[in-house]
Structures are given as C-alpha cells and as structure tokens.
C-alpha cells in the first residue's frame, strides 16, 4: 500500500505541460478543483473528464501511475459515497430497509460525490507529477506575492508545501523499511481482528515519527548554519517568465472554465 502512494512525487517526461509556467498549473487546477463543485449534471463532468483526459495524455505520465496514486483513498471514497447514498432524505425512494434507504437524489449525490473525488486527486497529483518541488515553491510565492503587504509569510508558507511535498516519498519510504524489519521480527501485518492490526500500525508509527522529528531537526540545523532568513533580499537562479505557450494556457483555462460551468449548471 505505501508504495501506491505517488502524491508529491515529481514524474520527469519532458511534455509541454512540464515545462509550463508553474503559476499557470497551479491556477489551472484551483480553477478546474472549483469548476467540478460546480455541476449540476453529468453533462459537466463529461467536459472536465474529456479535458483532464486531454491533460494527462500530453503530459506523458502514464494512467496507470496516476490511478496508483487515488488507491490509498478508495476506502475514504467509498464511505463518503455510501454517507450520501443511504442518508441522503427524498421522496423517490428506491429501496428501503429499517431505517437505511436509496433515494434517487441519493443516488445521483454519491455518484457526483465519487466523480468529484477521483478529479479532485488526480488533477492536483497532475500538477506535482509535472512540476518540481523548487518550482512549486516559486510558482506558490509568486502568485500569492500580493498578500506580502498584509505581513502574511507567503515564503514561509510555499516552502513549508515544498518541504511537505519532499518529505511524502522519503517518508514512504522510512515506513517501508520499517515494515520489513518488523516483518523480519515476526510481525504480521495481514492476519488478526481490528485490535491487533491497530497495534501493529501503532509500532510502525512510533518509529516513522521519531525519525520524522530527527529530519525535521537536522533540517532545521542545516538551514541555521547556513544563515537562512526567508526570502527577503533573495534572487533565483532561474526567475519565473512568462512566455507564448503560458498565455495559450491561460486562454484554453478560461474556455474551460467558461463553456464547463454554462454546460454543468445551465443545460
């Protein structure tokens, strides 16, 4: 299970959308998270469907890789689906048993729900699987530079997202290790009821925690010794510009956004 989660990880194919401008990945998928909460019908969710297809496909990162990644949460998809299928109240009812029932209008929630779910993941993962954890950083600093006049830390806050962005496969990795050396000490991660499963998880996050404090620390020391301040005063090495391509991207993200909300509300 912990190798199928790919969140955060940066997934090199050398695709236009790579190479976009980061603001406009992380403007395009605020915009696309916000038009799927939208719909009122299916209509919708076709048209964001056939455009995240279309987004995937040029981006060269495999479909098996991405759907990977939405495994971890398929428990977490199906009880918000089956909360909105059986205590979702209305008039159609379609099957009743005590106080359990399927209406029509709960049927269709739990099915928009799902739908909702599945985009939601999968195009935020499109984003870090094409941009790397530095230009996230840069992208969510530029973009949200304006809020610097109210005293709001923005470069604290993208780099503490670049940072938690890192530290998902490195710790996935720890989880791991510690897995198999407890599997070679005889723990069984497979058989048992509830109660011993829950303990097993409990020794395999004790240690992941204390080693995620000691990186966070080292962390810490690392940046003290290196006189880090924040950003003020800071240049890049490679400073975000705009450039033609980034443009036709804002342009083909507000004829989404536009025919996608008139279609999922209004027809």
């Not at 089956?82 to 709960?106: E, N, P």
Request: with cysteine.
């Amino acid at each position: 299970m912990l190798r199928d989660i790919t969140i955060g990880q940066y997934y090199p194919t050398g695709s236009i959308i790579h190479k976009l401008d980061p603001r406009v990945k992380l403007a395009g998928t605020f915009l696309f998270i916000i038009s799927i909460f939208t719909f009122e019908n299916f209509l919708g969710y076709v048209v964001s469907l056939i455009y995240l297809g279309t987004v995937i496909f040029i981006s060269g990162v495999p479909l098996k890789y991405i759907l990977k990644g939405v495994k971890p949460i398929i428990f977490l998809i199906v009880f918000t689906a089956a909360i909105h299928l059986f205590f979702t109240s209305g008039d159609d009812v379609l099957w009743k048993f005590y106080a359990l029932k399927i209406t029509f209008t709960g049927l269709k929630k739990a099915a928009f729900m799902v739908i909702r779910l599945l985009f939601l993941i999968t195009g935020s993962s499109i984003m870090t699987y094409t941009t790397t954890p530095n230009r996230l950083t840069e992208g969510i600093e530029k973009s949200f530079g304006p809020l610097k006049k109210l005293h709001i830390p923005v470069h604290e806050f993208a780099l503490m997202m670049s940072l938690a962005l890192r530290f998902i496969p490195i710790l996935m990795e720890e989880a791991d290790k510690i897995i198999k050396a407890q599997s070679s000490r005889g723990a069984d991660f497979e058989e048992g009821n509830i109660f011993k499963k829950i303990s097993v998880v409990v020794s395999i996050l004790i240690p992941l925690l204390v080693s995620a404090m000691e990186r966070a620390r080292d962390l810490a020391l690392a940046m003290d010794a290196r006189c880090y301040h924040g950003g003020e005063g800071r240049t890049k090495m490679k400073p975000l510009r705009y450039t033609e391509k980034d443009y036709i991207s804002y342009c083909i993200i507000f004829v989404y956004m536009v025919s996608s909300v008139a279609i999922g509300r209004f027809i």
